[in-house]
């Protein structure tokens, strides 16, 4: 295999709606406006769809405060590269660590997102195995590989491939949604009485809808791909957050009115569609999209390879990293090293996870999902801050900026009070202090290889 170093990356030849289809296929658009109703109405019931636009509204202020970076610099490190730009060495390495743990995180939850999605068909299909531990880790390993592969024949391919099979299911959710509507006519205005709500249960459902759109900032590694970078970035990452955002928000709105009656079902693990399709007597409907959930999901993991590849490639020619990850192929003009080491972290903590604690892969992927959102926090907030030190350091006003960095920051300090003070269960309890030990510990390691690779340099130069 030839190869070269990161900086060389392939010309810019991606256009804005290629961009945006790798976006929403990332963002899950399909799945989760397929379940966000079943897992929301658990915090804040009639309230769900307020939760959701509240977590809405800080990740558009985030995405305005992260597209001012992407309107300044075209970097294929995304968050790790805007922190190095605003405040230097150290926070590029605190920053580095919660990404890498991230992505893993991110991808592992995606492949067992993919893994709940595969089983229920196939026990739709009448495969009752399919629930069996083995079979799911088996499951896991196919799909992880299938995504990786994809990811490693270059960008233009997992477009095709995520334009192909990202967004079959979309119609057929909506399909569910409006027919169980206009069959049961449920009562909508009861969603806006929310005295049977606490203010705390509105603002837990906010911080849980916010795993929805966590890592969308990624999208910004594909800068240097990217037709005219300066200017499309930021359309991306503003439009895929607000679409998806009220999309889902929208979704929350019309289901809960016709979950009211099918708790049980909820508790017992049925999605909300699979819930609509069997009231209404549209049994196919069900299976159907429970099917075309996997691809769905399938393409997310594709997207998060290229995405958390290409970031773990920079930051492995930062000298983060050994200095093998930021290869990329001359031909395929793919980080395939990065994308190769992220599976194989991802597939093996997936499988190690099942293996441990012989869970449901929901359950899991429930508090992968939690553990993921915990590590994106000290980066977002650190590019807030970031983002008003380079508009004073420039001398300009900025004021939409400034004040979307200053609220997002207000929020990302309550989510982070909250996480110690008020979990959601017992299995959350801990998964906070599990995020500050591993980032840590990270942060360190990093702190050494960064001191190793500069006495290196210098000895070289010496030579």
Known sequence: MSDRPIAATAAPHLPLWKVGALGLAYMLIGPSMAMSAGALIGFSAQAAWLSNLLSVIVLVLLSIVISAYARRYVVTGSLVSYAYEALGTRARLLVAACMML?????????????????????????????????????????????????????????????????????PFVILAMGASYLELRPALAMQFDFRTVSLQGILQGAVAATGYYVGFDGIAAL???????????????????????????????????????????????????????HAIGWDWLAIVVDILLVPATLAATVTVYNIGGRIIATTAADGLLPRALSRVHSRLDTPVIGVAALALVATALTVLLQLMFSKSPLVTSVYLANLTTYYWLAPYFLVCVGILRILRREG?????????????????????IEMFRS?????????????????????????????????????????
Do not use: W
């Open 102 to 170: 991230g992505y893993v995180a991110l991808t592992a939850t995606l492949i067992l997102g993919v893994v709940v999605f595969t089983s229920s068909a196939l026990l739709d299909l009448g495969v009752q195995s399919a629930s069996s531990i083995p079979l799911q880790c088996a499951s896991a390993v196919i799909i992880s590989l299938a995504a990786a592969g994809c990811a490693c024949l270059g960008i233009d391919v997992s477009v095709r491939v995520v334009m192909i099979v990202g967004f079959l299911c979309v």
């Open 223 to 277: 800068a240097t791909e990217t037709k005219d970078p300066k200017h499309n970035v930021p359309r991306v990452l503003i439009g895929i957050v607000s679409i998806v955002g009220l999309a889902i928000t929208a979704s929350c709105f019309l289901q809960y009115p016709l979950l009211l009656d099918h708790a049980d079902e909820l508790a017992a693990g049925a999605s909300p569609v699979a819930i609509f399709a």
């Open 396 to 416: 300009t006003r900025g004021p939409v900026t400034s004040v979307a960095a200053g609220l997002a920051m207000a929020a990302i300090a309550y989510v982070t």
């Open 423 to 463: 979990p959601v269960d017992a299995g959350t309890r801990y998964l906070p202090y599990v995020a500050v030990v591993s980032i840590t510990a990270v942060a360190l390691v990093f702190q050494f290889t960064r001191r190793d690779a500069a006495a290196s340099a210098r000895a070289a130069g010496r030579l």
